[in-house]
């Protein structure tokens, strides 16, 4: 039952989607996934922090932003080398995709060389390459792209309704315009958000009704929040039922993602470390296909990898192997 791709969801339709027996959803969620990507498997992939903390962005659920009261320290720059040593140490581990994240509202230009040569080094090792470095241009991302680079992740977060409550230091449009220069440089877009930061039911729809009615990103990374202390929702939800979404309503919200966006890799990410081995089966049956493994993910706290082997095998899932064509990075070079 290979899914119809579609870009004209309504919100009716995908409320509607929420609403069903869980069971139902479930199947039909199951059923799609297996007709657009291999039963069984996951990709691993790893997320590493090349420049920490002192974003000038006031996003209410970031440990790296100015804003918080968080303790992080700013970091300059990581050193290239260095990180091509992590995605070794990365790729050794089983990972097929290599993600690195810099705390900028946008890259400087000074800073393009070390990214570059970041990509090729990445990409020259067979694994799959991901950014994100806050807003580009258009000359940016066609540098970008003509380094090789496979996806740039630029998540929306959360509804454009609610999304003025978590982020004032840029809009919605200027999210969506970043994605638009992504694309149109040839980069696939890696977009999804976050549950959990005591949003509505009507936002998590309003979420996804806009992933699927845009060109839908090749990659979707749903994830839950961690309140951080010092941050202005991790502040606010602190010792309140809302500082953790309900685990049935996040399962709901991956297998919905799953069914309007078919072909899309489904990444279940920040917040594992704090679910139940039964909630993440729950999202793989959903259609998640994709965790990040290691003990960090930017600055937060993972599941790890030790414990993200044991249940892998619980479940009898496979790490997704990773064949990266390096023909675009052959003819940019």
């Not at 199951?30 to 000038?56: D, F, V, W, Y």
Request: net charge negative; with cysteine; proline share 4%.
């Amino acid at each position: 039952m290979s899914a119809v791709v579609r870009t004209d969801w309504t919100r009716d339709e995908i409320a509607a989607l929420f609403d069903m027996p869980f069971n139902d959803l479930m199947f039909e969620a199951q059923s799609i996934h297996r007709a657009n990507h291999p039963r069984n498997e996951l990709q691993l992939s790893t997320l590493l922090s090349i420049k920490t903390s002192g974003c000038p962005e006031d996003c209410g659920y970031c440990s790296q932003s100015k804003e918080a009261d968080s303790g992080l320290e700013a970091t300059k720059l990581m050193d290239v080398q260095a990180v091509l040593q992590a995605a070794t140490q990365a790729k050794d581990r089983g990972s097929g995709r290599f993600c690195m994240g810099a705390a900028w509202r946008s890259p400087k230009q000074r800073d393009m060389p070390k990214l570059v040569a970041m990509i090729q080094g990445v990409r020259q090792m067979g694994m799959e390459t991901c950014m994100t470095l806050g807003m580009l241009n258009e000359g940016q991302a066609k540098q970008l792209a003509d380094a090789g680079l496979d996806y740039y992740n630029h998540n929306i977060d959360t509804s454009p309704e609610n999304y003025a409550n978590v982020i004032t230091t840029r809009t919605f449009a200027d999210r969506i315009e970043t994605l638009e220069n992504v694309r149109n440089a040839g980069i696939n877009v890696c977009c999804g958000g976050i549950v959990g930061m005591g949003e509505t039911r009507n936002d998590r729809i309003g979420f996804l009704h806009a992933l699927a009615t845009m060109p839908h990103p090749e990659s979707v990374p749903i994830n839950a929040l961690v309140p951080v202390e010092g941050t202005v929702l991790g502040d606010m939800l602190k010792d309140t039922p809302l500082a953790k979404i309900d685990e049935v309503e996040f399962v709901r919200t991956v297998a919905v993602a799953r069914i309007v966006m078919p072909q899309s890799m489904v990444r279940l990410s920040a917040g594992r470390e704090s679910m139940s081995d039964a909630c993440q089966a729950l999202c793989f049956m959903a259609g998640a296909n994709s965790i990040f493994t290691g003990d960090k993910l930017l600055t937060a706290a993972n599941a790890g990898d030790d414990k993200d082997a044991a249940l892998l095998d619980k479940l009898g899932l496979v790490a997704m192997g990773c064949e990266v064509s390096t023909e675009r990075w052959e003819t940019a070079a």
